[in-house]
């Protein structure tokens, strides 16, 4: 069966600290791939998806970023974080047909400080 | 343009009471998908239900059951005699039949079932 791991579950960092939170999926081969942030109380923010290693597509403007080093790993990141980073930040992978549910980790608590 | 629109934000409910959570979409496609999730206070999102565009049949899970209508572009969610453990937002959601197309989420409605 497929599994998607995401991590840290929280974490608090610095305005201006550097940032990596990762995904890995497990059981399914060339998923799509996707980040979204919730703010709280908030609605999903899709931040960026991915359908292949090394293709990323970005939805807003922002500070952060996206890689896809594995087919089956995505890693968000930021240089510099800023107080407008801190949310809740969600992984989810389908098997990219359209007509799949996506499928979410657990979340990432992220508070800036 | 494609959308999803949850007018709802927040709901409040006593427990037993039934309640409608609406959501309006907007496409040009004629093959789409419509998705409901839930997310508990826990904050994971759990998938509840697809529905295809060429499947207008309502559906009932348990005290669960959905109203989807093409004519006023609306994919309504019911629960039946709500309990506590209902309490979560939820999110409707649109996905067009196009290879690696993402998936657009409403903005959520807050139920909140008060014993």
């Known amino acids: 069966s497929q599994t998607i791991h995401q991590w840290p579950a929280t974490l608090v960092q610095p305005v201006g600290s550097p940032l990596s939170l990762e995904c890995t999926v497990e059981?399914?081969?060339?998923?799509?791939l996707y980040w979204y942030r919730q703010a709280a109380g908030r609605g999903l923010q899709l931040l960026f998806y991915?359908?292949?290693?090394?293709?990323i597509s970005s939805e807003v403007p922002q500070n952060l970023s996206a890689s896809r080093p594995q087919d089956r790993q995505f890693i968000l990141s930021s240089k510099k974080l800023l107080l407008s980073d801190s949310g809740f930040y969600l992984c989810?992978?389908?098997?990219?047909?359209?007509?799949?549910?996506?499928?979410f980790g657990d979340g990432t608590r992220l508070s800036i400080l | 343009a494609q959308k999803v629109t949850q007018a709802q934000t927040e709901i409040s409910v006593v427990e037993k009471e039934d309640v409608t959570l609406d959501c309006v979409y907007e496409t040009r496609d004629t093959t789409y998908y419509l998705f409901w999730y839930k997310q508990p206070p826990s904050g994971e999102l759990v998938f509840l239900i697809r529905r295809n565009s060429f499947d207008e049949q309502n559906e009932i899970s348990g005290r669960y059951s959905w109203n989807f209508q093409k004519s006023t572009s609306s994919f309504n969610f019911t629960i039946t005699a709500s309990q506590v453990v209902d309490s979560a937002v939820y999110f409707c959601a649109l996905s067009l039949n196009t290879g690696g197309f993402k998936t657009i989420f409403g903005a959520g409605t807050r139920l909140f079932v008060k014993a």
């Open positions: 989810a992978w389908d098997p990219g047909q359209g007509n799949q549910p996506q499928h």
């Open positions: 991915s359908v292949g290693i090394g293709q």
């Open positions: 059981g399914t081969s060339n998923p799509n």
